[in-house]
């Protein structure tokens, strides 16, 4: 039964893994710019030449009027998005990173012999566990979303 729990609980995770990818930048054939954070997404012509985000560089000084007030642009919008866009991302990477960790100790658990007490105790583990692994899968599917409609403005 134990047994069985963890394959579920690392079958899980395991669909999560490729979820959490780079943000990968690329022009279509139209030479539209495009950003996706899925590889398969990029035409395979344009893979060898697609760029992976790992930093979004943004100006350091907002554009001012000839008044001297400070102008809000499109472009400054779209590197506010962006920003936000590369924090969620850092803060999911984080999160997944410490998911792995904990599924590596639950592995180690499961190879170790228990008393019903402690089975029980384990199998609660992995059951907060796996509603871990649901809550940041939907986190992920959000941030998608939100790539796919910050990608859809680029255009």
């Known amino acids: 039964m134990t047994f069985r729990i963890l394959l579920i609980a690392l079958f899980l995770l395991s669909t999560a893994v490729y979820s959490s990818a780079e943000i990968y930048k690329y022009r279509d054939?139209?030479?539209?710019?495009?950003?996706?954070?899925?590889?398969?997404?990029v035409p395979k012509d344009q893979r060898e030449k697609v760029d992976s985000i790992h930093e979004i560089e943004t100006k350091t000084e907002p554009e001012k009027d000839p008044a001297g007030s400070q102008a809000k642009t499109p472009e400054s919008d779209m590197d506010m998005e962006a920003e936000a866009l590369k924090s969620e991302k850092e803060l999911l990477d984080s999160e997944y990173?410490?998911?792995?960790?904990?599924?590596?100790?639950?592995?180690?658990?499961?190879?170790?012999?228990?008393n019903a007490e402690e089975d029980a105790a384990f199998r609660e583990q992995i059951e907060s566990f796996n509603a871990r692994i649901k809550a940041y899968d939907e986190k992920l599917k959000v941030f998608e979303q939100k790539v796919g409609e910050y990608n859809a403005k680029v255009k």
């Open 29 to 41: 054939a139209d030479g539209v710019l495009r950003f996706t954070n899925n590889l398969h997404e």
């Open 97 to 114: 990173a410490k998911l792995e960790e904990d599924r590596k100790l639950l592995v180690e658990m499961s190879q170790k012999e228990k």
